[in-house]
């Protein structure tokens, strides 16, 4: 099966770089072998228009250490809008929640400094650091349980929800830690990276294997 990430451009190694001042970003090994075992080819969209020349089983909108990569919500609209129309599973991970969230109209907030979500609080990103609660028949609910521990950290939270969606998985301080199109297949986006701990926890390695089961049937 083929599944389109969202990137602004591809190094020589075959991982995606956002560069802007001394920013970098990348798309995780683990994201890349996590595609692997689930026998998924990546297809890395590095234009908008570039879209509607695969056949695409699945969508995936990575993290970025960008906040304000114009390019990156350029693709990642794009992707939204055929993952609405067509029905195909997508999965926002991190900056990628964001991003989903930008493009059904939903705006972004920068955290205060003693927020439990910043970067500063964890500088391991698979570390464990605060807690969250699910809505019931939700994707969050089947594959974290109603109460869990989320690895997230970043700068931006989601302020305005985007037409369509609903939190399903909130922290303990009210943030935002998932939002799902609930009439869709398989549309989240969460605020944590589910990838980061897939090979350990078996909460976090059941987002994929739903995700990947659905796109199995697109």
Do not use: W
Not at 71 to 98: F, H, Y
Not at 132 to 157: P, R, V, W
Request: with cysteine; proline share 4%; charged share 20%.
């Amino acid at each position: 099966m083929k599944i389109a990430i969202s990137i602004n451009s591809i190094s020589s190694s075959g991982i995606s770089q956002y560069i802007g001042d001394s920013n970098v970003s990348y798309i995780d090994l683990k994201t890349l072998k996590l595609l692997r075992g689930y026998n998924a080819v990546p297809v890395l969209i590095t234009d908008p228009n570039e879209i509607h020349e695969h056949d695409l089983q699945g969508i995936i909108l990575p993290g970025s250490d960008l906040n304000d990569d114009k390019k990156r919500i350029e693709i990642d609209a794009a992707l939204v809008e055929l993952s609405v129309q067509k029905k195909i599973p997508s999965l926002g991970i991190c900056r990628g929640l964001q991003t989903l969230n930008l493009s059904l109209k939903g705006t972004v907030k920068k955290l205060h400094d003693n927020s439990i979500h910043k970067k500063n609080t964890n500088k391991n990103r698979s570390d464990l650091n605060h807690s969250a609660c699910s809505i019931q028949n939700s994707i969050a609910y089947k594959c974290f349980g109603e109460n869990m521990k989320t690895n997230g950290t970043h700068d931006l939270q989601v302020d305005k929800i985007g037409e369509g969606l609903t939190p399903t998985l909130m922290a303990e301080d009210g943030g935002i830690e998932a939002l799902e199109m609930m009439n869709h297949p398989f549309f989240i986006g969460v605020q944590f990276h589910p990838e980061l701990r897939a090979d350990i926890d078996p909460h976090y390695r059941a987002i994929f294997d739903l995700f990947f089961k659905q796109c199995s049937y697109v």
